[in-house]
Nanobody
């Protein structure tokens, strides 16, 4: 059974930083595409970044380029999202997702089969 568990969310002031983690279990982690997504109240789920199985390829949504960095540690079954220079508009529930497909680095939520429960990020001005 595939499980994804996010952690690391919290409340910070604008300009602050947070690092999210996503620990995976129940499958061969290194063979799955991974992605980070977010959803603010009243808005659709938005793709933040997709990362390839080995972590060498990534695709970021424009609004986070230069501020967010993703990585994955396959031996630890863990993906990370380092967020810096946070803005109030980054406030959302953040989710990690995984899929065994070959489409890696997609930010399309429809392409991911497995999802974590989310971790809340709140940025105040």
């Amino acid at each position: 059974q595939v499980q994804l568990v996010e952690s690391g969310g919290g409340s910070v002031q604008a300009g602050g930083s947070l690092r999210l983690s996503c620990v995976a279990s129940g499958y061969t982690y290194g063979r799955y595409c991974m992605g980070w997504f977010r959803q603010a109240p009243g808005k659709e789920r938005e793709g933040v970044v997709g990362i390839s199985t080995g972590g060498s390829s990534t695709r970021y949504t424009d609004s986070v380029k230069g501020r967010f960095t993703t990585s994955r540690d396959n031996p630890k079954n863990t993906a990370y999202l380092q967020m810096t220079d946070l803005h109030p508009e980054d406030t959302a529930m953040y989710y990690c997702a995984a899929d065994p497909g070959t489409f890696c680095v997609s930010t399309d939520p429809a392409k991911y089969r497995y999802w974590g429960q989310g971790t809340q990020v709140t940025v105040s001005s």
